[in-house]
T-cell receptor, first 110, second 116 residues
Framework: DAKTTQPPSMDCAEGRAANLPCNHS???????VYWYRQIHSQGPQYIIH???NNETNEMASLIITEDRKSSTLILPHATLRDTAVYYC???????????FGTGTRLTVIP | DTGVSQDPRHKITKRGQNVTFRCDPI?????LYWYRQTLGQGPEFLTY????????KSRLLSDRFSAERPKGSFSTLEIQRTEQGDSAMYLC??????????????FGPGTRLTVL
């Protein structure tokens, strides 16, 4: 699986949009971009995934650049409950494991 | 609650003792995964099962570690002769075993092991 690079930490004001970047310059054509998050003392939680097109669900939006070498996870209106470590993962759909890396620690500030 | 459950949530043991953790996946999921997470790091893959068959093992899974899923439902992870370096959070996840599609993994709350 391709490697990803994420900033170690970010802050965001409550109610504002949180934009979490991820670089995956070595991504191959059949690899998807997945985002998980891990709230303190809990297991990771799936957020969203995409291949080429931008994706949106009830939790977040995923913007993937045209060359697919980077992506941004957007939490449109961050709340205190969104404070967590966010992991960007690239993998083929049928891969059996997830390579998490160290992620981005997002702190939502009141 | 129909999520992934793990037992116990916390385990403290002395070095050299054996420990066993249990994971109950979501009932219709036929794939089950074990991960280990140390402080400040993301989870690291250990092994996965398709039904009762253990199909992949990470090099992190030393000879002291053994995982089973005897009836294709719950799974156990045993660590023999524990070492202080085994102290970590042990996470279990499950997913549907779709042959050619995306398999979202649902994680349990983890078992935190402390080896004294």
């Amino acid at each position: 699986d391709a490697k990803t690079t994420q900033p170690p930490s970010m802050d965001c004001a409550e109610g504002r949009a949180a934009n979490l970047p991820c670089n995956h310059s070595t991504i191959s054509g059949n690899e998807y971009v997945y985002w998980y998050r891990q709230i303190h003392s809990q297991g990771p939680q799936y957020i969203i995934h995409g291949l080429k097109n931008n994706e949106t669900n009830e939790m977040a939006s995923l913007i993937i650049t045209e060359d697919r070498k980077s992506s941004t996870l957007i939490l449109p209106h961050a709340t205190l409950r969104d404070t967590a470590v966010y992991y960007c993962i690239v993998r083929v759909a049928w891969a059996n494991n997830l390579f998490f890396g160290t992620g981005t620690r997002l702190t939502v500030i009141p | 609650d129909t999520g992934v459950s793990q037992d116990p949530r916390h385990k403290i043991t002395k070095r050299g003792q054996n420990v066993t953790f249990r994971c109950d996946p979501i009932s219709e999921h036929n794939r089950l995964y074990w991960y280990r997470q140390t402080l400040g790091q993301g989870p690291e893959f250990l092994t996965y099962f398709q039904n009762e068959a253990q199909l992949e093992k990470s090099r992190l899974l030393s000879d002291r570690f053994s995982a089973e899923r005897p009836k294709g439902s719950f799974s156990t992870l045993e660590i023999q002769r524990t070492e202080q370096g085994d102290s970590a959070m042990y996470l279990c996840a499950s997913s549907l075993g779709l042959a050619d599609g995306y398999n979202e993994q649902f994680f349990g709350p983890g078992t935190r092991l402390t080896v004294l």
